[in-house]
DNA sequence: TTTAGCACTCGCCGGATGTGAGTGCTAACA
DNA sequence: TGTTAGCACTCACATCCGGCGAGTGCTAAA
């Protein structure tokens, strides 16, 4: 469809505009070294690139700027993916080399790693717990009155919930059923942990009857609050581009980043694996209407498990942004199959 | 210092600014209901104010608007903290019925609800682990190189942190100390726990000497981690604030909140209970010189647990904010009281 | 002591004007 | 046929100017 001519001048705009942030003119192409045309000629190959929709013109008498056509075009067929500086690569090994501390630690500094490295807000979901097998349930009394109950997963997760006990007496009784349960579903996943009781220790349990919804309904909770993982970092990147100067851009942006069920959301299909990019109004969340999502999935053992991800403008670093996801998330795979 | 008239024109100048966020003119305050005295004369009191350092002139010919001073003044002997709506202490008392969930939850879910009582952005500290006690500590096994190390204490707050053992074997050897630990030590508070073990029962845990220093670190690990909880919540409230319509006035503010270490300087000394307000330069930190920071204390089996606050511009609407926060705190200090 | 009157200040708004970057078009050139 | 030079045109942006209005400070009268 375009000449090669024509994509090389997409090219060059595209990477002009990323960096300036200003229409770019016929001129300042025409500079480049890369080419040697006229200003006049580049203005007809851009007339051309703009009426099939590849770039968009602020005003009449301004330079042109891509369209988000235009940068999908980049994206899927211009871009190259740049590669980690040693430095940087460096750096990202020493943080994560330092100690395997919890996985919750890993994750949730990851978020701060991809943002200082992208200079763009990062976000890091998951990883999903429910894949994670069950390794330990536990009920631990505070007082006569209160409890808090446990759960282990596998990966090295724990939840865990206080309880109110209706009778201090139930206590002993309770614990057996943990007991019982701890003995019997050892190594099963968390999503079919409901399931699981029901069939296999239903009748065992029913003897017990009265504790019997009680308990379920905390294993439910426990399980339910263990659903959503997410971590933002480098919230306040997006105030250092030029096209969010005015608060009320910012705001619906900052407003969304506030609530983790929301971010969750931005991770797209988690079906998909590796990169993806989702450029403006690709994107299923209005707040984000006016950026380009680029994320990538990591997996632990074998299962897929999570997503990292970064926010900016649909004038994006995408070359940058993607050599960092797609090392970053190998580490974490790596990283995550490696210990435990 | 103050006579009585302008000490009443200085509180219906901050009232008013508070509201508009506008310099207030001679005219405006002439025209309410408490004081009948033409603007002149008026004028003649703001002069005098101004000279007294209670207000401050933008540029010659706009209205007053009220200096750190001022607002100082104002807090200190003219405000009345406002009760608040039977309405709202109902949504609070509600939302805190509902569960008595984990500490954490009722933590994190208490900036959220100040920040909506509020409109301004809320942050909640503590509770401070140190002064819990001890009441359970666990190695759950993950596989063969690794475990989970956990950590109950008394209030049901949860301490975890992997670990990857040097040799599996070892895994028995550990266990048997950690018995011993929780034989002993049950009881005994955060701050007090490393000191306890070297006390007491260092002698028989030197026995298994080479995983004496594994173990004393790992509970060191356990007890440092479980320092600082920080919660923001609406921290996208300082966005409606006229006076930080600019994105450069934002900037460093929303970068404070990001980092939870600094956001719990903005707590001041904690020695102090009650209500605390720091007006602009009274604050330590430089990023809220323009703001307001108001906190309170709340307390947990006696001692003093955590902190609660708000952080607005200085032209605050101190009366509801006190209010809410001194509801807010006693609810808190109630709430963990009453459960386990 | 209070108030009316009045000149004065100064931020803000709207319109006019000039500048410069960049375009589109046409015609000439290779 | 593709490329280029030339030129008129457009339009955002900055600057300047004048008028408006809110508000002050001062003075003199009540």
Chains 1, 2 share one sequence.
Not at 146 to 165: C, N, Q, S, Y
Not at 184 to 192: H, N, P, Q, T
Not at 253 to 281: F, K, T, W, Y
Not at 291 to 307: E, H, I, L, P, W
Request: charged share 25%; net charge negative.
């Amino acid at each position: 469809m375009l000449t090669e001519r024509q994509q090389l001048i997409l090219r060059l705009i595209v990477d002009d505009y990323i960096r300036s942030a200003e229409p770019v003119g016929s001129r300042t192409i025409s500079k480049r070294m890369e080419i040697h045309l006229s200003p006049a000629t580049i203005r007809n190959e851009m007339s051309d690139l703009e009426e099939m929709g590849y770039l968009e013109q602020p005003h009449t008498s301004a330079g042109r700027v891509p369209s988000q056509k235009g940068y999908r075009f980049y994206v899927d067929h211009l871009l190259e993916p740049s590669d980690l500086k040693p430095a940087e690569i460096l750096k990202i090994r020493r943080l994560f080399r330092e100690r395997l501390d919890a996985m919750e630690h890993v994750v949730r500094q990851t978020a701060g790693i991809l943002s200082t490295l992208t200079n763009y807000t990062a976000f890091v979901l998951g990883p999903m717990v429910d894949e994670a097998k069950l390794r330990h349930i536990q009920i631990i009394p505070l007082g006569e009155w209160a409890a808090v109950a446990i759960l282990v997963t596998d990966t090295g997760h724990v939840e865990k919930k206080t309880v109110i006990l209706p009778d201090p007496s139930l206590l002993a009784e309770i614990h057996k059923l943990v007991d019982l349960l701890n003995s019997r579903l050892i190594g099963v996943s968390i999503s079919e942990l409901k399931e699981r009781i029901e069939q296999e220790i239903g009748k065992e349990l029913r003897r017990h009857a009265d504790h019997y919804e009680r308990v379920l309904g905390l294993i439910d909770e426990l399980t339910a609050s263990a659903e959503e993982q997410v971590y933002v970092g480098g919230a306040t990147k997006i105030l250092e581009q030029p096209e969010f100067r005015d608060v009320e851009k910012i705001k619906p942006l900052l407003v969304m980043l506030e609530d983790a069920h929301v971010v969750a959301r931005l991770a797209g299909s988690p079906s998909r694996q590796g990169i993806q990019v989702r450029i403006g109004d690709e994107n299923p969340l209005s707040a984000v209407r006016e950026c380009s999502v680029v994320t990538a999935t990591y997996r632990m053992r074998g299962g897929q498990v999570g997503t990292i991800g970064v926010v900016g403008p649909t004038r994006m670093e995408y070359g940058r942004v993607i050599g960092v996801l797609q090392y970053l998330s190998n580490v974490l795979t790596e990283l995550f199959n490696r210990g435990a």
